[in-house]
């Protein structure tokens, strides 16, 4: 019991210490913000660096963007979002790791401290049987979650589906002998591939006419938003034991991975020319993906929707545009405009991630009221338009349209590495 109580006291003071430290840091953000009007320009420098290199931690302290700042404050809170952003999506963009000791702890403890420290969201397969009651041992200081999850997956014999709709890494007990998980993948970031499948096949109507292809699994970290994933077909390399190529087809292209709003992974399909029937397997394969992501998500809301036209709001590296808004037969129709600064490439015609983005009316009994249907107005390099459309009866007086979208696009590569793949 003493040791309960004073577990439990001192995680009272960390607590106390954290929400004083938020306290202070909001308190600086709050006197650094008021600097950026400062009479001298020395200081208003000194203050937009100042924040700046707090990173991204001020990014919830900063006041959202409004027009009734002066416009060179506007410009430098812009700045500093932007550059923040830009930071929050490059760590968003590393692994997560995982820092836990103990003896002989319960599977469901690992798990929950897994998804605890990480974000990722863990659970056991709807109708399957309840978490083994297996035990392990674990010692883990800052170790990135992919190598550190499969490794607990394989000591115990569960098997994983990251094939949900849901963002959810879903456990049940493996069906036979599995490989090992940690022995043939490959992580970077957030990121883990394996080769799953390989496939070959031959014309019969044909003398020498046989083709081969390598199937990957991307899959990557729950809490992490992929857009886009693209795959140079020049930039893989696959060799045999003895060192020699194996012939990568249609050298030339970039394959387009499908992302789907809601999903954890994915599949890339290589196609080959099938070497010699010598050959027993690939010693090697060697690529690089690039991956277009979200940053951070970011709320615009609208009042007085009855005369609204045109209505600007800004966070970082986006603005919101209420277009307009007018009762269409029995609906009422909402138009809104996203522009971007830069989109990186992310709002491309067969790119519909943003049209994922939530948008829903709220009451002015607070009642949240989401969309029944929405149309594409437009799609530019570096803006989309939307319309949303609402049944509800009455008119619009007192209720605010609450639109949210990525403030940030981000582009980055990612490299992996499989040895060992065994020709059908």
């Known amino acids: 019991m003493f040791n309960a109580v004073v577990i439990v006291a001192m995680a009272l003071v960390g607590q106390a210490d954290a929400d004083t430290g938020n306290s202070d840091l909001k308190l600086e953000v709050g006197r650094l913000v008021r600097r950026l009007d400062a009479r001298e320009l020395v200081d208003r420098e000194a203050a937009e660096k100042t924040l700046i290199e707090m990173g991204p931690k001020a990014l919830e302290y900063l006041p959202p963007g409004e027009k009734r ?63 083994p009651p297996v035990r392990l041992d ?118 387009e991975i499908p992302v789907l709003a809601e999903a954890i992974s994915t599949e890339l399909r290589i196609p080959l020319e099938a070497p010699d029937r010598s050959v027993q397997k690939i010693a090697k394969v060697k690529g690089s993906i690039n991956a277009l992501m979200q940053g951070k998500a970011e709320p615009f809301e609208f009042t007085d929707l009855v005369d609204a036209e045109n209505v600007e709001r800004r966070a970082a590296g986006v603005s919101v545009i209420l277009e307009r808004v007018r009762k269409n037969r029995d609906v009422w129709e909402i138009r809104v405009i996203a522009r971007f600064d830069d989109a990186e490439g992310a709002l491309a015609s067969h790119r519909n991630w943003v049209f994922d983005n939530p948008a829903k009316l709220i009451t002015p009994d607070g009642e949240e009221i989401p969309f029944h249907a929405y149309d594409s107005t437009r799609q530019m390099e570096n803006e989309v338009g939307v319309a949303y459309f609402f049944g509800i009866d009455g008119g619009l007086e007192g209720h605010t349209f609450v639109y949210e979208t990525a403030s940030t696009v981000l582009s980055a590569s990612f490299d992996y590495e499989l040895t060992d793949i065994k020709l059908p």
């Open 138 to 255: 674990v010692d883990y200081k800052d170790a990135p979650f992919w190598p550190t999850f499969d490794e607990v997956l394989d000591r115990t014999g569960l098997a994983v589906d990251t094939y949900n709709a849901d963002r959810v890494l879903s456990l049940h007990v493996a069906r036979g002998e599995m490989l090992s998980r940690v022995k043939t993948a490959s992580y970077n970031g957030p990121f883990r591939f394996q080769a799953v499948r390989m496939d070959a096949s031959r014309d019969l109507r044909m003398d020498k006419d046989s083709s081969m292809s390598l199937t990957l699994e991307i899959a990557w970290e729950p809490r992490f938003r992929p857009i886009s994933l693209q795959q140079r077909m020049s930039e893989l390399e696959l060799t045999t034991e003895d060192g020699e190529p194996i012939i990568v087809a249609a050298r030339g292209a970039q394959l």
């Open 69 to 131: 700042v002066p416009a060179e404050v506007r410009q430098r809170l812009d700045r500093i979002k932007v550059l923040l952003q830009k930071q929050q999506a490059e760590a968003a963009a590393a692994n997560s790791t995982i820092t836990l000791s103990g003896e002989r702890m319960l599977i469901s403890e690992i798990l929950e401290a897994v998804q605890e420290q990480t974000g990722n969201t863990i659970k056991f397969a709807q109708g399957g049987p309840d978490p």
